[in-house]
């Protein structure tokens, strides 16, 4: 059975602009304090959880015991979860039942201009014997098109990859349906793809960057849980 989750910013023990559970070293955070919210998680879904080194990038890696610089990691393994960390990116979380088959996604601009999640993809059927038809994808809150706005220059990129929906109002940018469309086009089912309706900008129980500059990052967690 594959289980998943998107944390919030609740039930931690960090403090100031990273109250209360933060899950990121990176950002300024008592190191200390990071730890303890991240045995909180692992008690949570009673296994070792994987974080990746993020870094903007479309680099895929088969899942390890060491961290590594990444932004989409995938395994076949029960005795790992898989966590990606955003404060306005997308989580994206991909399965594939039938095969045993889970993917973690870092996916913000940077990567759906990569086609990161195409790749993944991608990888998962090149690496571990996929169908894509199998291949379900659900991405957890992030920054909608409601309060992403970027550059004329930005928005013309993203116009000359993507669909012209994907560029709301002249420059605000909509990352889901960009994903969504990449991976239709790889083959997905449309209806094995699911999007929350949550923007982290608009609802102040997840970190945003782009609203609080300073600040923790929430995660999305994937496993499998054998019975």
Known sequence: MIRYFFTDKRGG???????S????????DDAEAVR?????????????VLFMNQ????????????LCECDAIVSDRDDLALAVMVADCVPLLMF???????????????????LIAKKTAAYMCERFGCDPKNIE?????????????????????????????CVKRGRFLDISLMLRESLVQF??????????????CCNERYFSY????????FAGVIYKEIR
């Open 13 to 19: 023990v960090s403090e100031g602009p990273y109250r």
């Open 21 to 28: 559970f933060n899950l990121a070293f990176h950002v300024g």
């Open 36 to 48: 303890k919210n991240r045995a909180i998680l692992e008690r949570k879904v009673k296994k070792r």
């Open 55 to 66: 870094i903007h990038s479309d680099k895929i890696i088969s899942a390890s015991d060491n």
């Open 96 to 114: 594939d039942r039938h095969a045993g088959v889970i993917a973690a996604v870092h996916a913000g601009r940077a990567g759906a201009f990569k």
């Open 137 to 165: 994808a659900v991405m957890g809150p992030h920054i909608r098109s409601c309060c992403y706005e970027v550059s004329s220059k930005i928005a013309r990129e993203a116009a000359a990859i993507f669909s012209k929906e």
């Open 187 to 200: 083959g997905l089912k449309s209806d094995k793809i699911r999007i929350s309706k949550e923007c982290s």
């Open 210 to 217: 782009r609203r609080e500059g300073v600040t923790g990052r």
